[in-house]
C-alpha cells in the first residue's frame, strides 16, 4: 500500500502540465501527452525561436488551455503551405508560448522550452520526426532511426510525402 500514493503522483504529473513566458503573466496548462513532436528545422522556426530549430510537442485544443494571461498575436503565411499561422507570445518579456494553425484547426504546437518540467514528455522515434531539413543550419547533427524530411510531412494536397531514416548519426 505505500507504494500507491507515488503511483498516483506520478500519473497525475504526466495528466497535468503546465507552462509560461519568462515573466510569468502568460500560463498554460496540458491535460495530456503530446500527440507527437515535431523537431522543425525551417527559417520561420529559426527566426521564431532565435535559434536552430523549434522543438514542437502537438496537443488538441482540449488538452490545451490558457490559464492566466492574454499572449499576443503575430500572423504569419507559411510558404509551405500557403495558409496562416498564429505566434502566441508575452507581449512584456517576448516569451514564446504555443503556435495555432489555420490548415491543422485542430492542434497546438507549443514550444518545448516553455514548460516548467521541459523533460516531462519524450522524445522518441515513435512519436517524433525531423522536418524541413533541406533549411537546416549546416553542422546540425540528426539523430538515426527517426523519420526525416526535407520539407513538410505532406504536400500542399495533404499527400504524405516519403520519410528518409538515417543508420547513424548524420551531420548536415
Ligand atoms: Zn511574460
Ligand atoms: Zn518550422
Redesign the pocket.
Given at each position: 500500500m505505500l507504494c500507491y500514493p507515488l503511483v498516483t503522483r506520478a500519473e497525475g504529473a504526466m495528466e497535468h502540465q503546465e507552462g509560461g513566458c519568462l515573466c510569468g503573466q502568460c500560463r498554460y496548462l496540458v491535460t495530456a501527452p503530446p500527440l507527437r513532436v515535431t523537431t522543425?528545422h525551417?527559417r520561420?522556426?529559426q527566426q521564431t525561436t532565435g535559434s536552430g530549430y523549434?522543438i514542437e510537442p502537438i496537443f488538441t485544443h482540449d488538452s490545451f488551455s490558457l490559464i492566466r494571461g492574454t499572449p499576443k498575436t503575430w500572423s504569419q503565411l507559411s510558404e509551405g503551405s500557403g495558409k496562416h499561422l498564429w505566434l502566441h507570445f508575452c507581449s512584456d518579456c517576448g516569451g514564446r508560448l504555443y503556435l495555432t494553425f489555420e490548415r491543422f484547426d485542430q492542434i497546438v504546437g507549443v514550444f518545448a522550452g516553455s514548460f516548467d518540467q521541459p523533460d516531462w514528455f519524450d522524445i522518441t522515434p515513435e512519436n517524433s520526426k525531423h522536418i524541413?531539413l533541406s533549411e537546416a543550419r549546416r553542422g546540425t547533427i540528426i539523430p538515426p532511426q527517426i523519420e526525416t524530411y526535407a520539407r513538410h510531412v505532406t504536400d500542399r494536397e495533404g499527400i504524405p510525402r516519403p520519410a528518409t531514416i538515417f543508420d547513424q548519426p548524420r551531420r548536415l
Open positions: 522543425c525551417c520561420f522556426c523549434m524541413y
